[in-house]
Nanobody, 126 residues
Framework: QVQLIESGGGLVQAGDSLRLSCAAS????????VGWFRQGPGKEREFVAV????????YYSDSVKGRFSVSRSNAGRKAYLQMNSLEPEDTAIYYC???????????????????WGQGTQVTVSS
């Protein structure tokens, strides 16, 4: 089992930055890829970013590429999502998730993840 807890969400203005954290406990965190997903009002949960087990390989959705950055600290058992140049369209509940990493972090679908956090709300006002 891996338990995940997100933090760092809040209300910001367009153009601001925010950093989300995902704290992990349980099984060896370093064996898992960590993904970030979001779910906006009335929308399906969508992929945002993922870091492989080491953090050296990362992938991003087109909508956040160049603005968001994912990182992790295996020693600290944490993952991070740095979000810059936020837009109202980024308003959503953000979730971190963990997938046993057998594929260099190439996990882009919700069903590929075994463990999920409870989510943290990010609201961007215009």
């Amino acid at each position: 089992q891996v338990q995940l807890i997100e933090s760092g969400g809040g209300l910001v203005q367009a153009g601001d930055s925010l950093r989300l954290s995902c704290a992990a406990s349980g099984r060896t965190f370093g064996n898992y890829a960590v993904g970030w997903f979001r779910q906006g009002p009335g929308k399906e949960r969508e992929f945002v970013a993922v870091a492989d087990w080491s953090g050296s390989t990362t992938y991003y959705s087109d909508s956040v590429k160049g603005r968001f950055s994912v990182s992790r600290s295996n020693a600290g058992r944490k993952a991070y999502l740095q979000m810059n140049s936020l837009e109202p369209e980024d308003t959503a509940i953000y979730y971190c998730a963990a997938a046993r990493d057998y594929n260099s972090g190439r996990y882009f679908k919700t069903y590929e993840y075994d463990y999920w956090g409870q989510g943290t709300q990010v609201t961007v006002s215009s």
